[in-house]
Protein backbone atom coordinates (compact mmCIF):
# COMPACT_ATOMS: atom_id res chain seq x y z
CA UNK A 1 0.00 0.00 0.00
CA UNK A 2 2.62 2.55 1.01
CA UNK A 3 4.86 1.72 -1.54
CA UNK A 4 2.67 2.35 -4.31
CA UNK A 5 1.60 5.42 -2.82
CA UNK A 6 5.36 6.57 -2.58
CA UNK A 7 6.06 5.50 -6.34
CA UNK A 8 2.91 7.46 -7.64
CA UNK A 9 4.01 10.47 -5.98
CA UNK A 10 7.79 10.04 -6.54
CA UNK A 11 6.88 9.89 -10.12
CA UNK A 12 4.33 12.43 -10.43
CA UNK A 13 6.71 15.09 -8.32
CA UNK A 14 9.99 14.15 -10.40
CA UNK A 15 7.67 14.40 -13.87
CA UNK A 16 6.92 18.28 -12.76
CA UNK A 17 10.11 18.86 -11.05
CA UNK A 18 9.04 19.78 -7.33
CA UNK A 19 11.61 18.69 -5.51
CA UNK A 20 11.16 16.59 -2.54
CA UNK A 21 11.98 14.47 0.04
CA UNK A 22 10.17 11.72 2.02
CA UNK A 23 9.90 12.46 5.94
CA UNK A 24 8.43 11.40 9.24
CA UNK A 25 7.70 7.69 10.06
CA UNK A 26 8.53 6.54 6.37
CA UNK A 27 12.00 8.06 6.82
CA UNK A 28 12.31 6.20 10.04
CA UNK A 29 10.74 3.16 8.62
CA UNK A 30 13.92 3.08 6.06
CA UNK A 31 16.58 3.86 9.08
CA UNK A 32 15.07 2.87 12.83
CA UNK A 33 13.02 0.73 13.94
CA UNK A 34 10.20 -0.63 12.37
CA UNK A 35 6.63 1.27 13.93
CA UNK A 36 3.38 1.82 13.08
CA UNK A 37 2.95 4.68 10.84
CA UNK A 38 -0.31 5.67 9.01
CA UNK A 39 0.80 8.41 6.82
CA UNK A 40 3.35 9.66 4.56
CA UNK A 41 5.05 13.54 4.71
CA UNK A 42 6.52 14.74 1.73
CA UNK A 43 8.61 18.35 2.41
CA UNK A 44 8.72 19.90 -0.86
CA UNK A 45 11.63 22.22 -1.85
CA UNK A 46 8.69 25.11 -3.22
CA UNK A 47 6.83 27.64 -1.51
CA UNK A 48 3.09 28.03 -1.90
CA UNK A 49 3.36 30.05 -5.40
CA UNK A 50 3.19 26.62 -6.23
CA UNK A 51 0.11 25.04 -4.76
CA UNK A 52 -1.95 24.88 -8.67
CA UNK A 53 0.93 23.07 -9.87
CA UNK A 54 0.28 20.38 -6.79
CA UNK A 55 -3.32 20.70 -6.91
CA UNK A 56 -3.12 19.56 -10.37
CA UNK A 57 -0.55 16.59 -10.28
CA UNK A 58 -2.58 15.27 -6.89
CA UNK A 59 -5.48 14.94 -8.92
CA UNK A 60 -3.83 12.58 -11.44
CA UNK A 61 -2.72 10.55 -8.76
CA UNK A 62 -6.07 9.92 -7.22
CA UNK A 63 -5.25 12.25 -4.36
CA UNK A 64 -7.77 14.32 -2.59
CA UNK A 65 -7.48 17.40 -0.67
CA UNK A 66 -8.61 17.03 2.57
CA UNK A 67 -9.43 20.78 3.78
CA UNK A 68 -12.56 22.82 2.57
CA UNK A 69 -10.77 25.94 2.02
CA UNK A 70 -7.49 25.00 0.71
CA UNK A 71 -5.81 28.13 -0.03
CA UNK A 72 -6.70 29.41 3.27
CA UNK A 73 -5.68 26.44 5.10
CA UNK A 74 -1.77 26.26 3.18
CA UNK A 75 -1.68 29.89 3.75
CA UNK A 76 -1.66 29.50 7.18
CA UNK A 77 -0.21 26.16 7.83
CA UNK A 78 2.04 25.85 5.09
CA UNK A 79 0.86 22.12 4.59
CA UNK A 80 -1.07 20.55 2.01
CA UNK A 81 -3.08 17.44 3.80
CA UNK A 82 -4.73 14.85 1.79
CA UNK A 83 -5.81 11.48 1.17
CA UNK A 84 -5.64 8.77 -1.62
CA UNK A 85 -8.26 7.83 -3.22
CA UNK A 86 -7.99 3.72 -3.11
CA UNK A 87 -6.42 3.47 0.51
CA UNK A 88 -7.43 6.28 2.35
CA UNK A 89 -3.75 6.73 3.68
CA UNK A 90 -3.04 10.20 4.69
CA UNK A 91 -0.43 12.41 2.76
CA UNK A 92 0.96 15.64 4.18
CA UNK A 93 2.51 17.69 1.76
CA UNK A 94 4.95 20.27 3.26
CA UNK A 95 5.84 23.41 1.96
CA UNK A 96 9.81 24.66 2.14
CA UNK A 97 12.01 26.97 0.71
CA UNK A 98 14.43 27.50 3.84
CA UNK A 99 17.96 27.21 2.66
CA UNK A 100 18.12 23.98 5.63
CA UNK A 101 15.13 22.39 3.45
CA UNK A 102 17.01 22.75 0.16
CA UNK A 103 20.06 21.62 0.73
CA UNK A 104 18.50 19.00 2.80
CA UNK A 105 16.68 17.82 -0.23
CA UNK A 106 19.46 18.07 -2.45
CA UNK A 107 20.83 15.62 -0.29
CA UNK A 108 18.23 13.27 -0.40
CA UNK A 109 19.06 9.86 -0.64
CA UNK A 110 17.27 7.85 -4.02
CA UNK A 111 15.81 4.71 -2.38
CA UNK A 112 14.44 1.88 -4.56
CA UNK A 113 11.22 0.81 -4.65
CA UNK A 114 10.09 -1.85 -6.99
CA UNK A 115 11.21 -0.95 -10.08
CA UNK A 116 11.41 2.73 -9.26
CA UNK A 117 13.21 5.45 -7.19
CA UNK A 118 12.18 7.72 -4.02
CA UNK A 119 14.05 10.18 -2.47
CA UNK A 120 13.95 10.19 1.24
CA UNK A 121 15.48 12.40 3.77
CA UNK A 122 19.29 11.70 4.76
CA UNK A 123 18.97 9.83 8.41
CA UNK A 124 20.73 13.03 9.60
CA UNK A 125 18.07 15.62 8.63
CA UNK A 126 15.69 12.71 9.65
CA UNK A 127 17.03 13.46 12.99
CA UNK A 128 16.89 16.86 12.82
CA UNK A 129 13.44 16.51 12.05
CA UNK A 130 12.53 14.82 15.06
CA UNK A 131 14.15 16.63 17.37
CA UNK A 132 12.57 20.10 15.86
CA UNK A 133 9.24 18.29 16.26
CA UNK A 134 10.06 17.23 19.79
CA UNK A 135 7.35 14.91 20.79
CA UNK A 136 7.69 11.84 22.80
CA UNK A 137 7.18 9.48 19.49
CA UNK A 138 9.92 11.66 17.82
CA UNK A 139 12.17 11.22 21.13
CA UNK A 140 11.60 7.81 20.56
CA UNK A 141 12.54 7.33 16.61
CA UNK A 142 16.05 8.89 17.76
CA UNK A 143 16.68 6.83 19.67
CA UNK A 144 15.51 3.72 16.96
CA UNK A 145 17.79 5.82 14.66
CA UNK A 146 20.73 6.28 16.52
CA UNK A 147 20.85 2.29 18.03
CA UNK A 148 20.66 1.01 14.27
CA UNK A 149 22.82 3.41 12.47
CA UNK A 150 26.09 4.12 14.94
CA UNK A 151 28.12 5.91 12.01
CA UNK A 152 26.16 9.75 10.89
CA UNK A 153 27.43 12.99 10.75
CA UNK A 154 27.32 14.19 14.00
CA UNK A 155 28.79 17.78 12.74
CA UNK A 156 26.21 18.26 9.97
CA UNK A 157 23.39 18.29 12.78
CA UNK A 158 25.35 20.34 14.87
CA UNK A 159 25.45 22.43 12.61
CA UNK A 160 22.05 23.11 11.58
CA UNK A 161 21.23 23.08 15.27
CA UNK A 162 23.34 25.32 16.39
CA UNK A 163 21.90 27.51 13.46
CA UNK A 164 18.19 26.48 14.65
CA UNK A 165 19.13 27.79 18.20
CA UNK A 166 20.37 30.98 17.15
CA UNK A 167 17.13 31.50 15.15
CA UNK A 168 15.08 30.78 18.04
CA UNK A 169 14.73 32.48 21.07
CA UNK A 170 14.35 30.38 23.72
CA UNK A 171 14.67 26.98 22.25
CA UNK A 172 17.64 24.72 22.72
CA UNK A 173 18.07 21.58 19.99
CA UNK A 174 21.65 21.73 20.46
CA UNK A 175 21.24 20.29 24.49
CA UNK A 176 18.59 17.93 23.07
CA UNK A 177 20.87 15.91 20.62
CA UNK A 178 23.21 16.42 23.24
CA UNK A 179 21.75 14.52 25.74
CA UNK A 180 21.18 11.29 23.13
CA UNK A 181 25.10 11.69 22.84
CA UNK A 182 25.25 11.31 26.65
CA UNK A 183 23.50 7.81 26.22
Given at each position: ?????????????????????????????????????????????????????????????????????????????????????????????????????????????????????V????????????????????????K?????????????I??????????????????????????
Amino acid sequence: MFEDILIKLAKELDSKSIPYMIIGGQAVLLYGEPRLTKDIDVTLGVDIDKLDELLNSIKKIDLLPLPEYIEDFVGKTFVLPVKDLITSIRVDFIFSKTSYEAQAIKNSNKIKIKDSFVKFARLEDVIIHKIFAGRPRDLEDIKSILIKNPDFDKNYIKKWLKEFDNLIRGKSFMNIFDEFLKN
